[in-house]
């Protein structure tokens, strides 16, 4: 289903998490940027709210209500 879709894409994202940092801390790079360089890069197809929410969640330590 779309939920387990998700998952493995979170997966994906989480095993570029390094690059996801260094993007956003290093090149100040944008959610936007970083989903198109994503695509663009490791034909990983993400929306950037995605990458945001999970930003959220593993460097703000904020819990994020999923619903």
Avoid: P
Avoid at 15 to 26: D, K, N, S
């Amino acid at each position: 289903g779309k939920n387990n879709k998700a998952k493995i894409k979170r997966q994906r994202v989480l095993g570029y998490w390094a690059i996801v940092r260094t993007l956003r801390l290093e090149q100040n790079m944008s959610f936007r940027d970083i989903a198109t360089y994503f695509a663009k890069f490791h034909k990983l197809n993400v929306s950037y709210s995605t990458i945001f929410t999970m930003w959220n969640e593993l460097e703000n330590h904020t819990k994020i209500k999923e619903n």
